[in-house]
């Protein structure tokens, strides 16, 4: 008796070379760098217009900043033993290592002399510094650098600034140098006290406490202005930086 045999015909797909993609993995491949590169340019124009706007607003408050802060450098005032410490930086990430240098700077300032009063703007600097001296922290802010900030801001800095006790207040901020790079600045603030004990301050006219006092809260006021703006254009450099590279890769 014959058997019966039966065929069975498979469907061979073609497979490509191990390591080698298919021309639908190219294509998608290629939509999805196009993709990226628009969102890439998208933000940043979008960095570049808030650089733009973060930079005309430095101008002002770097005028009304450094004259204020040209009495204390033009005379030399006490350090004094009580030092307060005042951290300027922001919320926002994705603008390099900016913050991560304010807390290398007063991590190295701990090292040196520990801080024993420190007030720290925005919650980058209070995570980079609470394991280092976060027993220091004698108020934070937050919601920093979501918006452009104000002078009513700084006035809300400096007031909690003066309801403590402290010789000089030292704040640190990182001051814009140009497009592509700023440096970390720490400028010393005498208290009333000190000011008052300098025989220099009363060369120009004869002022009383109630006038040194005025000055120093309107100073003060000023010279944390004039660092939150010079931060503000710092980081918006940076991040401006940090989408123009990306773009530029996907170029080459």
């Known amino acids: 008796m014959a058997t019966t045999w039966l065929r069975t015909t498979m469907s061979v797909k073609p497979s490509s070379a191990r390591g080698m993609a298919t021309l ?7 939509k999805s760098v196009t993709n990226i590169k628009k969102i890439t340019s998208s933000m940043k124009m979008v960095s570049a217009a808030k650089f733009t706007r973060a930079e005309r607003a430095l101008k002002p408050a770097r005028v009304y900043g450094t004259g204020a802060a040209s ?3 033009k005379n030399e005032f006490a350090d004094g033993e009580d030092k307060l410490y005042v ?7 994705l603008c390099g290592g900016i913050h991560s240098g304010m807390g290398r700077k007063f991590k190295a300032l701990h090292a040196e ?7 720290v703007v925005g919650d980058k600097a209070k995570l980079i510094l609470v394991k280092t001296m976060g027993d220091a922290y004698l108020a934070t802010f937050n919601n920093v650098g979501r918006k452009q900030s104000s002078f ?3 006035i809300a800095i400096a007031e909690e600034i003066l309801s403590h ?3 000089s207040a030292d704040i640190a901020y990182n001051s814009f140098v140009n497009v592509v790079s700023y440096k970390p600045t720490i400028k010393p603030t005498p208290s009333a006290g000190n000011i008052e004990s ?4 009363y060369t120009y006219d004869e002022v009383d406490s109630e006038v040194i006092r005025c000055f120093q809260e309107f100073s003060l006021a000023n010279i944390i202005h004039h660092a939150l703006k010079e931060q503000e254009a710092s980081e918006q450099s940076s991040r401006m930086k940090l989408w123009r590279t990306p773009q530029e890769t996907q170029v080459r």
């Open 24 to 30: 639908k993995d190219i294509e998608t491949r290629l």
């Open 71 to 73: 009495l204390y450098e």
């Open 87 to 93: 951290a300027i930086s922001s919320d926002r990430g």
């Open 113 to 119: 002399s520990p801080i024993k009063k420190a007030i």
């Open 152 to 154: 009513t801001d700084a």
């Open 165 to 167: 006790d402290f010789d």
């Open 198 to 201: 300098n025989d220099a301050v």
